[in-house]
């Protein structure tokens, strides 16, 4: 089906369908060609995406796709009333072994040279709003609850937690606005190309290649990709992330040093508690049941482990070399009387 996708729209002829964790993806004359739906993306987000995608290739980076236009010139087809872009890179294979910090700060720095104006994915600037706006929905929901007895566990559990990440949602935003006033950004903290939630996987291993996929992209500040991967590390194993912390910083730091303000608002996305505020809107989201018992036990470690977080917190700044000293980087004072 797919491989008469390619034939057809796009006149190339492929010799076998590899799946590639989320991609679908085509194997032929070198090349591995990827089919994606735009997911809710219209012809201008595509186009923004291309433009990137090219300055980044220009730059050197091998491992972004290409957009292939159809045979009418279009980077969205239309086959058997779906929407598809296909995107296509050289087979390339990657060397197991990568320096994850090192290679996205190269990405960052890339990112920087953009030589237009990002208007579609651009995030520059609209954190606050954006957390205000999570946090108004949020309370909305919560208040509803109040008076009636919660309906499950879940319910009962969100009631009880929710003031506490409200209180930590506004020392994440406080901590970003003091940012925003004491502290200059650098050139280094220009807006570059980030990804919407970057993590040890995004770029692969997806069969040993390396894809950068162009969907995954917003423009925004450096720090969002460092929080993320960071939150990520923490969640996934909070016992042994102390020396992974460590190595991947000092590896992204002999490329690219960070700012005070980088520091800072790295610190404050990690402050936001983005974990609580994902588990909670997916289960307001989601009609099936068994996803509302996974998210239902999902919430209920958050909740448990909510002191290991505070600990994370507090020990974030030392563990990850940050020259504390140097550069004046305030604490959350009440982490440390706890």
């Not at 600990?311 to 440390?336: I, V």
Request: glycine content about 4%; charged content about 30%; hydrophobic content about 35%.
């Amino acid at each position: 089906m797919l491989q008469k996708l390619l034939e057809n729209q796009y006149g190339i002829t492929v010799e076998e369908y590899v799946k590639l964790d989320v991609f679908d993806a085509l194997r032929g004359n070198g090349w591995l060609y990827l089919v994606s739906k735009p997911g809710g993306k219209e012809e201008e987000d595509i186009t923004e995406l291309e433009k990137i995608a090219e300055h980044l290739r220009n730059y050197g980076d091998q491992n972004v796709p290409i957009f292939l236009p159809s045979k009418e010139g279009q980077l969205i087809t239309t086959w058997e009333q779906n929407q598809y872009c296909v995107l296509a890179n050289r087979q390339l294979e990657e060397p197991r072994k990568i320096k994850l910090g090192r290679k996205l700060a190269r990405f960052h720095e890339r990112g920087r040279r953009v030589p237009f104006q990002i208007e579609r994915s651009n995030r520059v600037g609209q954190w606050k709003s954006l957390w205000e706006k999570r946090l108004e929905q949020m309370e909305k929901v919560w208040n509803g609850l109040l008076f009636q007895s919660p309906e499950d566990e879940f319910e009962r559990l969100f009631i009880d937690s929710f003031p506490y990440y409200l209180g930590l949602t506004e020392n994440a935003i406080q901590y970003l606005v003091d940012t925003e006033i004491d502290d200059e950004p650098l050139d280094t903290d220009s807006g570059t190309v980030c990804h919407e939630r970057f993590t040890s996987k995004t770029w692969g291993p997806y069969n040993q290649y390396m894809i950068k996929n162009p969907f995954d992209w917003v423009f925004d500040h450096r720090s969002r990709d460092l929080a993320e991967w960071t939150r990520e590390r923490y969640f996934r194993n909070s016992q042994t992330y102390q020396v992974d912390l460590k190595n991947f910083y000092e590896e992204y730091q002999s490329i690219a040093p960070l700012s005070s303000f980088s520091w800072r608002l790295l610190y404050a996305r990690l402050v936001f508690p983005l974990h609580y505020f994902e588990c909670v809107e997916d289960y307001y989201i989601t009609r099936s049941e068994q996803d509302k018992k996974v998210l239902e036990e999902k919430l209920s470690k958050i909740l448990r482990h909510s002191s290991d977080y505070e600990r994370f917190l507090a020990e974030f700044y030392p563990l990850s070399g940050a020259p504390l000293k140097q550069l004046h980087l305030p604490p959350l004072d009440w982490l440390y009387t706890m």
